[in-house]
């Protein structure tokens, strides 16, 4: 009880309305959007990258695979290795590192340098993932904490919309390098505003690896890490693919292309506040509108998407489901095991990480093998899987954080 009574005191002390609290949800924010911006940065620059290193394109693609497996593995190690520090203190150290990880890359002189980079920002990327995922609850008043956690996660689906593009477009207008030292100076200014605006965070409880796992065996968490797997698998299997499969469907331009795209991207921002309000409530009845939506979506893409104003439509609509993944299936897991936040966050942020890589794969072999539409009907019906679990599974009681 005096633990609960000692957080519930930082609650009542940040929480005062429009005044500090936001602020620190804001910043926390922005660091899940810096964190997200810097594993996805080598997507638009891989070209340049692999020119500069000597190296093909697919090998500059490890870039991006080496950081999403450092973060699935590191974010359920890194949390009881946190034991009893301040958060406010690990968030900082772990945005030192993230700032670091993106000046090597920056300078990094040859491919084996860049790869400890990535590794290095995958760490970062990781834990505070896992940290930030469950701080809400801690910055503002009860009746705050779903659209607190929805901005958060805002953080995830602003980093598609701007933080790639914006990275792609500095490597444009100067070079690659510019735009990872860019970002690590967007992740030192994120790591003052950490420094300044979040209260004293002491740990909750002392975490150790075999609780984590542990966890994972509760069924209602273990019910929340399937459907985290199935649509993460699912959406990235059919959207690491979308570009040539909008080429080969609708017909699509390069430059209609990216207007699409850009429709998906404001579209998954707006799911995301909209399922955020929407979780808070009912979990279940949020993720079955998101699989059901999003099994449909895409596996209708094939069939419906033969012009483009179908095709965005449809991404449109994608995107908006999709953009409710990450903030719903989150206040699953943290209503799931209320006491134990930071590490279902800790589970939630190594299966999501490896379910992407794990999308990527599955997609590059279905499409390898049967071609892209079969791959669009792959990812819905794993979406289709999620719905079946999502119906089927153990739920939380309710929404209530």
């Not at 950081?67 to 772990?94: E, H, I, N």
């Not at 080429?247 to 795209?261: D, K, N, P, V, Y």
């Not at 209708?300 to 994608?318: E, F, I, N, Q, R």
Request: glycine share 14%.
């Amino acid at each position: 009880m005096a633990q609960t009574e000692k957080i519930a005191g930082v609650v009542a002390e940040t929480g005062r309305p429009g005044a500090r609290g936001w602020l620190a949800v804001a910043a926390v924010a922005g660091a899940t959007f810096t964190v997200v911006t810097s594993e996805m940065l080598p997507v638009g620059l891989l070209t340049p990258i692999g020119d500069a290193l000597n190296v093909t394109e697919g090998t500059a693609g490890l870039t991006l695979t080496v950081t999403g497996l450092v973060g699935a593995v590191s974010a359920p190690l890194l949390t009881p290795a946190f034991g009893r520090f301040d958060r406010r203190l690990v968030l900082c150290v772990l945005m030192a590192v993230l700032t670091f990880g993106n000046l090597l890359a920056a300078w990094a002189p040859g491919f084996g340098v860049m790869i400890a980079a990535r590794v290095l920002v995958g760490v970062g990327m990781g834990g505070v993932w896992s940290i930030a995922a469950g701080l809400a609850v801690r910055l503002v008043p009860g009746k705050s904490v779903a659209p607190a956690t929805s901005l958060v996660f805002s953080g995830i689906a602003v980093a598609s919309v701007l933080g790639v593009p914006a990275g792609t477009y500095i490597g444009e207008l100067a070079d690659w390098r510019t735009a990872f030292l860019t970002l690590a100076g967007l992740a030192l200014v994120v790591l003052v505003a950490l420094a300044v605006l979040l209260p004293a965070l002491p740990a909750e409880q002392d975490i150790r690896v075999a609780g984590v796992m542990r966890l994972a065996g509760n069924p209602r968490v273990a019910t929340g890490l399937a459907v985290v797997a199935l649509l993460v698998t699912g959406h990235f299997a059919a959207y690491t693919y979308v570009r040539p499969a909008l080429e080969e469907i609708s017909g699509a331009s390069a430059a209609a292309i990216g207007t699409l795209l850009l429709v998906y991207g404001v579209a998954g921002v707006l799911g995301n506040f909209a399922a955020g309000s929407s979780a808070g409530r009912s979990p279940r009845r949020t993720l079955v509108a998101i699989s059901l939506v999003l099994a449909a979506t895409i596996g209708l893409l094939p069939l419906l998407g033969g012009s483009v104003m179908t095709a965005a439509a449809l991404l449109a609509v994608w995107g908006l489901s999709y953009g409710g993944v990450s903030v719903s299936t989150q206040t699953w897991l943290l209503t799931a095991a209320p006491r134990a936040r930071e590490a279902a966050s800790s589970l939630f942020v190594g299966v999501f990480n490896g379910a992407i890589a794990l999308g990527a794969l599955v997609g590059g072999l279905v499409a390898d093998g049967a071609g892209l539409e079969p791959v669009m009907w792959t990812g819905g019906a794993l979406a289709a899987g999620a719905l079946a679990v999502t119906a089927l599974g153990r739920a939380p009681e309710s929404g209530r954080l």
